[in-house]
């Protein structure tokens, strides 16, 4: 009888305690293994960093950069820098890339001031200063900003000034003239170009009959340095 219940009592409780370890160990071994294959994953992925050619480390974030968008080859050199690839490696794959052509500041910056211009409307000005920023050197500025005349300027203002001339309609003459210089200042033209042409734009509205008479002599033409830098934007 005692030996029966001792053999129930193992049946019932220790097989069971058995089990739970079991399982216990089993749920133990699958969280073992996981971490060890994790663990495995991580370290094969680490060691291919240091094994790495650097130069093809550059080759392709250069390449995946430009195949976004033309890169001038500062902005290339600031995105190896900021990935951690040797300035030699840098210098070597950059100087390659400018060998072939798959960069050329010049080339970009001349693309740049024609779509700049012409779907933006911006100034030389405006456009030297984006230029300078994205790290084109002074002499491609020059060459690209060459190409855009001053008559071209001069009519691509006079457009700016058209299409908003209406929307000040009714405002006095000296608040349209704030209104209408900000516009041709957050695009770079100087305040003598700018107060030249909204003039014109009013005295051409005055004549048509389609907007106020007004003293032409009470708007002075300033000098290019006679408004704050900071009040055009540059």
């Known amino acids: 009888m005692t030996t029966e219940r001792s053999g129930s009592a193992g049946r019932g409780g220790t097989p069971g305690r058995a089990r739970g370890r079991s399982r216990a160990g089993g749920r133990g071994g699958a969280r073992t293994g996981t971490g060890v294959s994790g663990s495995r994953k991580r370290g094969s992925e680490d060691s291919e960093t240091p094994d790495a050619d650097p130069e093809a480390i550059a080759r392709q974030i250069c390449l995946r950069l430009l195949s976004a968008a033309p890169r001038t080859q500062a902005q290339l050199a600031a995105a190896l820098r900021r990935r951690g690839v040797p300035d030699d490696a840098a210098a070597a794959v950059l100087e390659r890339f400018a060998e072939v052509?798959?960069?050329?500041?010049?080339?970009?910056?001349?693309?740049?001031?024609?779509?700049?211009?012409?779907?933006?409307?911006?100034?030389?000005?405006?456009?030297?200063?984006?230029?300078?920023?994205?790290?084109?050197?002074?002499d491609d500025i020059a060459t690209a900003l060459s190409q855009?005349?001053?008559?071209?300027?001069?009519?691509?203002?006079?457009?700016?000034?058209?299409?908003?001339?209406?929307?000040?309609?009714?405002?006095?003459?000296?608040?349209?003239?704030?209104?209408?210089?900000?516009?041709?200042?957050?695009?770079?033209?100087?305040?003598?170009?700018?107060?030249?042409?909204?003039?014109?734009?009013?005295?051409?509205?005055?004549?048509?009959?389609?907007?106020?008479?007004?003293?032409?002599?009470?708007?002075?033409?300033?000098?290019?340095?006679?408004?704050?830098?900071?009040?055009?934007?540059?």
């Open 148 to 234: 855009l005349d001053p008559e071209q300027e001069l009519a691509t203002a006079r457009e700016l000034i058209e299409r908003r001339l209406a929307a000040t309609a009714g405002m006095p003459v000296p608040a349209r003239m704030r209104r209408l210089t900000g516009v041709l200042a957050r695009k770079g033209y100087s305040p003598g170009l700018a107060y030249r042409v909204i003039r014109e734009a009013l005295e051409q509205e005055a004549a048509d009959g389609s907007g106020a008479v007004f003293d032409a002599a009470l708007l002075t033409e300033p000098d290019d340095d006679e408004v704050p830098a900071e009040t055009w934007g540059m």
């Open 101 to 138: 052509k798959l960069i050329d500041d010049e080339m970009f910056a001349r693309a740049w001031v024609e779509s700049r211009h012409h779907g933006r409307g911006l100034a030389g000005r405006a456009l030297g200063a984006e230029l300078r920023k994205r790290g084109v050197a002074s």
